[in-house]
Each structure stands twice: as C-alpha cells, then as structure tokens.
C-alpha cells in the first residue's frame, strides 16, 4: 500500500520545481479561469513559510496592496501554478515569519541577502 502511494505522489511532482527560500521576495505566475477563457495572473510579495513534502508541499506569500496585506498559499507543485521567479534573496533567520503580519512600513522589511 505504501509503495502505489509513493508511486502516485511522484507522478504527480513537478520535473522543474523551482528553487526559493522564506523571505525571498518572489512572483508567483498563477493561472487563473474565468469562464471559458485562462489568463495569468501575477502575485508578488515575501515568502512567509514553506511546509509539507513530496507533493504535498506548500508556500505562503504575503503582500501589502493597498495598505491591506494579503496572503496566499499554493501547493508548490500545482498545475496551476505557471512558474515562481525570484525577485530578491531575503536574509532571515527563522523558518517562519508570522512576525511580519504585525508590522507595517520599513519594519516589515526583509533584508536583502549579498552574495
């Protein structure tokens, strides 16, 4: 039984998942349905948290749009997702940041990682 579920996670991963860290700011291309027609639509903020594995893997990223943030999370291996580019490497030092929800202006800053 462990073995077909291990065979059907794998079918389903992406070949070319990409590659980011928490507090990367990141634009995450996503398709979206409206209709009979797609479009792509653009989501760009800080990544706040990665968990799960395998397939089962998700990312949250939060933005400020209008002065209200908004936060989305998406499976890393979804069909919908068309790709995630990363805009800026972020410095941070804890595997999640929900301290960023409470702060607003240049202390929910990220600092940015000089390679």
Same mark, same amino acid.
């Given at each position: 039984m462990n073995e077909i579920i291990k065979n059907i996670e794998a079918a389903q991963m992406k070949a070319? &998942?990409?590659?980011?860290?928490?507090g990367? /700011? $990141?634009?995450?291309?996503a398709k979206i349905k +409206?209709?009979?027609? +797609?479009?792509?639509? $653009?989501?760009e903020g800080v990544v706040l948290k990665?968990?799960?594995?395998?397939?089962r893997e998700t990312f /949250? $990223?939060?933005?400020?749009?209008?002065?209200?943030? $908004?936060e989305k999370t998406w499976p %890393?291996?979804?069909? /919908?997702i068309e790709k995630v580019e990363v805009v800026r %490497?972020?410095?941070?030092?804890? &595997?999640k940041l929900n301290y960023l929800r409470d702060r607003v202006g240049k202390s929910a800053k990220v600092k940015e990682l000089v390679k």
């Open positions: 070319d &998942a990409p590659k980011f860290n928490v990367d /700011t $990141v634009r995450v291309y +409206e209709g009979n027609r +797609e479009r792509i639509q $653009v989501f990665k968990q799960g594995g395998s397939n /949250t $990223v939060r933005k400020n749009s209008n002065g209200i943030g $908004v %890393l291996h979804s069909p /919908t %490497l972020g410095k941070v030092r804890r &595997a």
